[in-house]
Each structure stands twice: as structure tokens, then as C-alpha cells.
């Protein structure tokens, strides 16, 4: 507080601030319950401010998480992101808060025609979950892999849009070259990669990194440890 505020000025800055700032009264009530004039306490409120009788911090969460973003778009050249407050444990996926936000941009990057691939895992799951309903008819879901709950997940994603779905009958690793090709050749799975690969947007997890992941994709085809 400046040294030149009266111990009396200061109170009665106090109390009209008091009035605006926690009682929610606007400038002319405030002029008539104190019997002075409108312009008489804007001058207040500003010389309240000006004094340090009143301080306005702006502020929101969201803020920090925004500056997250930046950064991992900067660090990483991605076009791109998204920080949520996870509160879930991990142990069974992300949170709602996490899937909520993935769900949003998903929306973002689609449209009511748009294809979009899917692949499975507890984390595109949770975003399935929790994605807006949309009346979508002509949209439609691809499912980008036949593991595990990968089916299930673009059905549920095509019901979530309103739209048609399509998912891959067979594994997507077989043990043979000659076993692949005759898959391959199939109409129905050749109709399926094509359309997940000239899909417009894919939802697809990140997945586990490690020798120890229960990901059989990436069991496979990791490079050994030197």
C-alpha cells in the first residue's frame, strides 16, 4: 500500500470494494447506498486497483496445460496437442478427463462423411466410451486390426457416430508369406485395408514400448535388445 493512503481513504476503498468485488453490486448501486456518484466511485474502484486494495489475478487451469501443449509441439514438430488432468490410476486405461479431450479432437479432424481407422487397446476404448453421440449416417469405421477388442471397439465408435462400420475378419501377422498373400487377396479384407488406408483421420494408442509389453504386434516385430 502506498505510503500517502490515509488509513480513512484506505477504509472507505476497502468498503466500495468490498461492495463491487464481493457483494456483486453494481457501480449506481453502490453510488446510492453510499451517497456519492457513479463516475465518483469508478474513480474509486480504479484508485482501489491503482493502490493495491484490490488485486485481479487471471487465471484457469487450463493455462498450465496449454503451455504443455506448446511445448511438446515445439519439442516434438508435431502439429498438434492435447494435456488433460488424468485422474485415473492407469491401472485400467485413461480417465474420463484424458478420454474426454481425445474424444474432442477426434471430433475436430472429422466430419459426417469422414472414414476413420481404429485399432484397439483400453485407451482407444475409453475414447470410444466417452465420445460425443453424433447423427453421422455416412461416416464410417474401420477397424485397423483384428485383436483382441479391436472388432468391438469400431462397432462401438460407428454407434457413438451414427454411421457403418467395417472391420478386418482375420489376424493381421500370420506365420506364412503364402498365408498373408491368400488372406490378402480376399475381397472383404482387401476392401477393409484399403478403406483404413485412405481413411481421413485414424484413433489409434500409443501402446507399450518395452520387451516386457503384452502387445503381441510389438512382441513381434520389436528389434531385440543388443
Same mark, same amino acid.
Given at each position: 500500500m502506498c505510503a500517502h493512503l490515509t488509513r480513512e481513504r484506505a477504509s472507505l476503498l476497502l468498503e466500495v470494494a468490498h461492495l463491487y468485488w464481493d457483494e456483486d453490486l453494481d457501480q449506481a448501486t453502490i453510488a446510492s447506498k453510499m451517497g456519492y456518484s457513479r463516475p465518483t466511485v469508478s474513480r474509486m474502484l480504479s484508485e482501489a486497483r491503482r493502490h493495491g486494495v484490490v488485486t485481479v489475478t487471471v487465471s484457469h487451469p487450463i493455462e498450465r496445460l496449454m503451455a504443455l501443449e506448446e511445448r511438446l509441439t515445439?519439442?516434438?514438430?508435431?502439429?498438434? !496437442? =492435447?494435456?488433460?488432468?488424468?485422474? *485415473?490410476?492407469? *491401472?485400467? +486405461?485413461?480417465?474420463?478427463?484424458?478420454?474426454?479431450?481425445? +474424444?474432442?479432437?477426434?471430433? @475436430?479432424?472429422?466430419?459426417? =462423411? %469422414?472414414?476413420?481407422?481404429?485399432?484397439?487397446?483400453? *485407451?482407444?476404448? !475409453?475414447?470410444?466410451?466417452?465420445?460425443? @453421440? =453424433?447423427?453421422?449416417? @455416412? %461416416?464410417?469405421a474401420v477397424a485397423s486390426f483384428h485383436l483382441e477388442d479391436g472388432p468391438d471397439i469400431c462397432r462401438n465408435l460407428a454407434l457413438r457416430l451414427g454411421g457403418h462400420y467395417r472391420s478386418l475378419p482375420v489376424p493381421l501377422v500370420f506365420d506364412s508369406l503364402k498365408n498373408a498373400r491368400a488372406v490378402r487377396s480376399e475381397e472383404r479384407v482387401a476392401t477393409t485395408l484399403e478403406l483404413a488406408a485412405r481413411s481421413d483421420v485414424a484413433l489409434t494408442g500409443v501402446g507399450a514400448v518395452e520387451e516386457t509389453t503384452s502387445s503381441p504386434l510389438l512382441r513381434r516385430w520389436m528389434t531385440p535388445a543388443v
Open positions: 515445439q519439442t516434438f514438430g508435431l502439429k498438434e !496437442a =492435447r494435456v488433460a488432468e488424468d485422474r *485415473a490410476d492407469g *491401472a485400467n +486405461g485413461p480417465g474420463a478427463e484424458v478420454a474426454q479431450v481425445c +474424444g474432442d479432437l477426434l471430433l @475436430e479432424h472429422c466430419g459426417p =462423411r %469422414s472414414v476413420i481407422a481404429v485399432s484397439n487397446g483400453r *485407451a482407444v476404448g !475409453a475414447v470410444v466410451h466417452h465420445l460425443p @453421440e =453424433r447423427v453421422w449416417p @455416412e %461416416s464410417t
